[in-house]
């Protein structure tokens, strides 16, 4: 059988055990061929080939559903459910997002794209279906790195409260997007070298069922545990070790590599662009290497993704006890850092600006009241950051700076981010939290403070009248583009760096009345809630002060196109310029 | 010795075991006196009373610390510490708030009023001594109740990665707020019906050391159990097992009533206060119960609060498995509504304003990114509602107001609130949420809208000219009272119920343009990412009209006076109109 002829699950229901394996020969033959070419979730997906086509061997497609948690890992799932070309066709690979997406298939139950909630949205499944008297099977998989999310806990604990058909699969291929971290991982293991048989048993004690299955690649273990657990009438948990990279020696060999990657040779496993420029995450990692020789007491915290700050597996093991990986667990990474400071540490946790709203609880109670003086780092918190539609990095603004005590910096460049890493880190009053800017590192020729004690101060780098641009952070650079484009049309502007994005200065919004009558701000982030509407609200019964507001429409995309969406939010210099003169007209 | 001669829990350590007694029994005494005149959280303290002297008996203040998660069982702590006459002078009762208090004493170390946060906050001070080569040792006090929250599973996961002394005392009275509900009680009950003993044991799982203490009333079971891992070199959970509402037979046998309650009779255990007149809690309880009835689809989902919503033991009762308690675990419950609307289920989750906030990942990704048409209520999101601060109700507008997709209504009355929620449970559109009104239930005498579809229309409610005044939710009264007071100026005021808080009626602003130059906004939350502000910006680049925007400066308070709040941020009806009259001259 081809591959191109599986348009549904039903397609392979009839085959025997030799020809169901030749398939996933062809899958995985044709998933390398796209990702070597293409990029994405190696790892994940190649481990899964077998899994995948077990599930829709033994569960009934479409009555029947199954959740992917993180759904990274659901490329098979895709190929088998109506999307195979998007993984045979060359000209047909961008037809298909990284993730599950109701919009591409029924299949897909749920958009997903952050770990450890699975178990939870699939428990809503199962309850739904018991309260309407429905027959369908709920699956739920999710990896063991994911397990260390809070969520998945309380996913497990109310799944096994539930009545019914509920089968969890956990995909255990001994690895989260790195190394795993936390103490159940030693369960796991414990599980692992017993066959699943120690007494001793992480998800018994929820009070739920477990069956193990050792070879998770091994097509007949996982059809024969899946056929056991089909009909039963409560929740399961199917135990299966995987082998994350399986059948590509590179991505087996090298994990965290292969975990995300762009394109590679297929024969070789090396990375066919290498780009050797330093990014935020390295710069970061130097930096803090260098401050941890000089305090002992300098820590460095991850919520399971290192790479993000730099923290290569070098870096890690230079850092030692000064790195710390607490799992993809973001609530815990905010607390632990909160804590550390209390007690007289030096925290700094690096964080997809996508993830760090995971902890907003823990930014407000535990860091903010607290007054706990820790720094964090946003990073891809920018239009020009992922632009999947879970990870996007616009919604930061609206979310930390209106929480009372921190200090949210928006540096424009390397050595500004570099000057306010210092200050956070050296100082002890302030919860600090940095957004750092978006794109390719930008370096200015020029020092900057290094005090940034006196809160909410902005820097007036241009002096003009009439006009004042406000560029915070990504779009300071936009801003000094549009006042050059004004100075050929006759305009002097002022241009200001707010370098604060958690207050205003009112000094000097109040000293731009005398010769301004437009001030016009640009933010990296969604206008709703954000920095701008403060400077609107400022100027709000000033008659003789307009403000226009520059930022991204409150709205959620997918795989945007960076340039486009500059441009259909007109956060071009020469879209932003062009509106000014008629505003001055 | 007397209760006011302990100054400090250095006065205790030198007494015998019978001497701790009696202190133990004067301290019960105190306590119940204080809190049967002024309430309180009378089960979780009665029930802590030999606990927190047997740590302070073993434990070495200053230098040691003690974390207590949630803290609100921390009122013994606070009477060996430094704050007895709090607790024995009823002319001092209100110098201590109701958490810990790092402003109160160095024997507080965190203020902590959110559950589940404690074991990673200690974890932070156990890797700040770490890395500082100190040799304090460290406790993290935790429920059993607080253990259903995912960031108890992280704090766990990870302490038992941690090197060094850190007791992590696991306070199983067998209670949440309510009833606990999930699978791991279950191991928690097999674990005292062996003593410990069973091999299937949670805390175990993550490798960490276990002890268990079966009387945790008794001085010396305690004193013994932490003096035995007084000195551990590795982490430990100490589980002991006490009685809420231990020594007051009233609390003893009405644990959820007694969790919190307002003053009552010393020796019956009446109330004497009680407040017969429905709230929204009951409101709601009441209309979704009938709900129940026509649709057995619809669900109500608490996360540990059920009695926010109503649903008193009698209520849950009736509603049976349309009832549902996820623990206390508002991501879980956001996931889980989310789930239960995909699955074509109608769940209506309602949560305390300061608690939504530990699940906005949730709302963004499992239900505004999937479009999930689940209900969500918030109650006491208002500057009318918790005082604490770490309860407070200001932040939600800021914080969801700014997710794309979920359609956030503002009900200004009883009437309204309905109506708006019997449309979001029956439409499938849109994920909803509902900001409930602050204070007493307030009745209006008209009907309302059954279809809100038509997103974003404000409903104009008296027309004027000059100036618009737009009050939202609790807030539309006072609106309505200044233009009464502008009236008596001569000014005939347009006042607007704007109904959705996520979104611009563009038209009603537009048409505002004609003949009025100052708009109003009122809003029940803060003013910096609020709904306010995106009027502001609005007009930002109209020089006809001006804003002005009401509501809450940014800005933590604890224990506030409500009235002096609104005075301080001029929202008295008196001050916006006086306002009001000065911005037209």
């Known amino acids: 059988m081809k591959l191109t002829e599986i348009k549904s699950p039903a397609d392979i229901k009839t085959l025997g055990i030799n020809e169901l394996s030749e398939i996933c020969g062809e899958i995985r033959k044709s998933l390398l061929m796209k990702l070597s070419r293409h990029g994405g979730h190696v790892g994940p997906n190649l481990g899964m080939v077998e899994m995948s086509v077990a599930l829709h061997y033994v569960f009934d497609y479409p009555q029947d559903k199954i959740v992917y948690d993180v759904s990274h890992q659901s490329y098979v799932h895709k190929m088998l459910t109506g999307r195979m070309k998007a993984f045979t066709d060359p000209a047909e690979y961008d037809t298909v997002t990284g993730f599950t997406n109701p919009a591409e298939s029924p299949a897909d139950i749920f958009t997903i794209g952050h770990t450890s909630t699975g178990v939870s949205l699939a428990g809503g499944l199962v309850k739904a279906r018991n309260l309407k008297g429905g027959t369908e099977r709920i699956?739920?998989?999710v990896g063991d790195g994911s397990l260390s999310g809070g969520e998945a806990f309380e996913?497990?604990?109310?799944?096994?409260?539930?009545?019914?058909?509920?089968?969890i699969v956990v995909n255990d291929n001994d690895m989260s997007i790195a190394e795993n971290h936390g103490g159940l991982y030693e369960n796991l293991k414990l599980l692992r070298d017993t066959d699943g048989n120690a007494p001793l048993n992480y998800f018994k004690a929820f009070g739920l069922d477990y069956r193990y299955v050792a070879y998770g690649?091994?097509?007949?273990?996982?059809i024969d545990a899946f056929e056991e657990v089909k009909?039963?009438?409560?929740?399961?948990?199917?135990?299966?070790?995987?082998?994350?990279?399986?059948?590509?020696a590179p991505a087996e060999a090298n994990k965290e590599v292969f975990h995300f990657s762009g394109p590679f040779d297929i024969h070789s496993g090396q990375m066919l662009y290498v780009d050797e420029t330093p990014d935020y995450g390295d710069i970061t990692a130097e930096h803090l290497l260098k401050m941890m020789k000089e305090d002992p007491s300098v820590l460095a915290i991850t919520a399971g993704t290192p790479g993000v700050i730099g923290f290569t597996p070098e870096r890690r093991h230079e850092a030692g006890k000064q790195f710390e990986d607490v799992g993809i667990a973001e609530q815990e990474a905010v607390a632990l850092a909160s804590g550390v400071a209390r007690g007289g540490g030096k925290p700094f946790f690096g964080v997809v600006s996508s993830f760090v709203q995971r902890a907003y609880d823990q930014l407000s109670q535990d860091m903010a009241i607290n007054g706990a003086p820790a720094v964090i780092g946003i990073f891809y918190g920018s239009v020009l950051g992922m632009n999947d539609v879970t990870h996007l990095g616009w919604f930061d603004i609206a979310l930390i700076s209106n929480i009372p005590n921190i200090v949210f910096l928006a540096p424009t460049c390397r050595q500004e981010y570099l000057a306010m890493l210092d200050w956070g880190m050296r100082q002890n009053e302030h919860p600090v939290v940095i957004k750092l800017p978006g794109g390719a590192v930008t370096d200015c020729d020029r020092t900057f403070e290094t005090d940034y004690d006196a809160l909410n101060r902005y820097e007036t780098v241009r002096k003009g009248s009439k006009v004042a641009l406000i560029g915070a952070g990504t779009f300071f650079k936009t801003a000094m583009d549009v006042a050059d484009l004004l100075k050929d049309a006759g305009i002097e502007a002022t241009v200001i760096n707010p370098r604060y994005l958690s207050g205003l200065d009112c000094d000097t919004l109040e000293s731009l009345k005398k010769d301004h009558n437009l001030v016009v701000t640009i933010e990296d982030g969604i206008l709703d809630g954000g920095w701008g509407e403060k400077i609107a609200r400022y100027y709000g019964t000033d008659t003789e002060m307009m403000v226009k507001c520059y930022g991204l429409e409150k709205k959620f995309l997918d795989r945007y196109d960076r340039k486009r969406i500059l441009l259909d939010n007109h956060?071009?210099?020469?879209q932003i310029s062009q509106d000014i003169k008629e505003l001055l007209k």
């Open 155 to 167: 996913g497990l604990n109310v799944a096994a409260t539930l009545s019914g058909n509920f089968v």
């Open 571 to 574: 956060l071009s210099a020469a």
């Open 217 to 222: 690649n091994d097509l007949k273990s996982l």
């Open 139 to 141: 699956v739920a998989v």
């Open 231 to 248: 009909n039963l009438d409560h929740p399961v948990v199917v135990h299966v070790c995987t082998q994350k990279g399986k059948g590509f």
